[in-house]
């Protein structure tokens, strides 16, 4: 049995990356693999608080980062190195691309800080692979504008949007093999067909 890997999965609010990462465990499942499910902000008792404050609490730019990586250093300690550990793949919804796109990108925070707490926070972990799904703003504003009640990043303009896809084209520009691109404004039946494209990988 190959090793277990780490899988992320990126994009703007509204890509719709959310409604396939069930689907893409499940596969997985199937294919004999033991899959955890998780995600960022979030992940761990201390991370889902921290969500709890960074999606409806208003703080600088460098508080938001710094509770991001918080978050995401514990839920590397407690649950993402633990699994991998013991041969579970791991599939976590967002994970360090989020910060550089959402506080790199959407609020101009330096790149380079981003670097170094990714460095300090976890230098020696990489996703194996990150599904990035990609869609103009307008087609995920369009999606988002169907929910009723939406957090402080959602309630943010277009142009934060922009930046912020602008960031995840400049991750993916600066790592191409890590990455699979989904074309995420396609219709849900073709989309699927990219990430049964991706899952035929393992
Ligand atoms: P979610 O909607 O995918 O659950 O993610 C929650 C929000 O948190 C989303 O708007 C993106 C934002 N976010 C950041 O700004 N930085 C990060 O590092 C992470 C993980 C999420």
């Not at 922009?162 to 960031?167: I, N, T």
Request: charged share 25%; with cysteine; aromatic share 10%.
């Amino acid at each position: 049995m190959s090793k277990a890997k780490f899988i992320t999965f990126e994009g703007v609010d509204g890509a719709g990356k959310s409604t396939h990462l069930n689907w893409f465990a499940e596969t997985l499942r199937q294919r004999g693999h033991d899959v955890l499910v998780t995600r960022e902000p979030g992940g761990t008792p201390l991370g889902e608080q921290l969500r709890e404050i960074l999606l409806n609490q208003p703080m600088s730019i460098g508080t938001e980062a710094l509770l991001m990586f918080a978050a995401r250093l514990e839920h590397i300690e407690q649950v993402i190195k633990p699994a991998l550990h013991a041969g579970k793949w791991v599939i976590s919804d967002r994970f360090s691309d989020a910060s550089f796109a959402y506080q790199g990108g959407g609020r101009g925070l330096d790149w380079g800080k981003l670097s170094q707490l990714e460095q300090w926070v976890h230098g020696d972990l990489q996703p194996d692979l990150t599904l990035f799904f990609d869609v103009p703003v307008e087609v995920a504003r369009q999606r988002l504008a169907n929910n009723v009640s939406l957090d402080r990043f959602e309630q943010e303009q277009a142009d934060f949007f922009e930046r912020v896809r602008a960031g995840y084209h400049r991750r993916v520009q600066e790592n191409p093999r890590r990455y699979a691109v989904i074309d995420a404004a396609q219709t849900l039946c073709k989309v699927k067909h990219q990430l049964e494209e991706v899952v035929s990988l393992f």
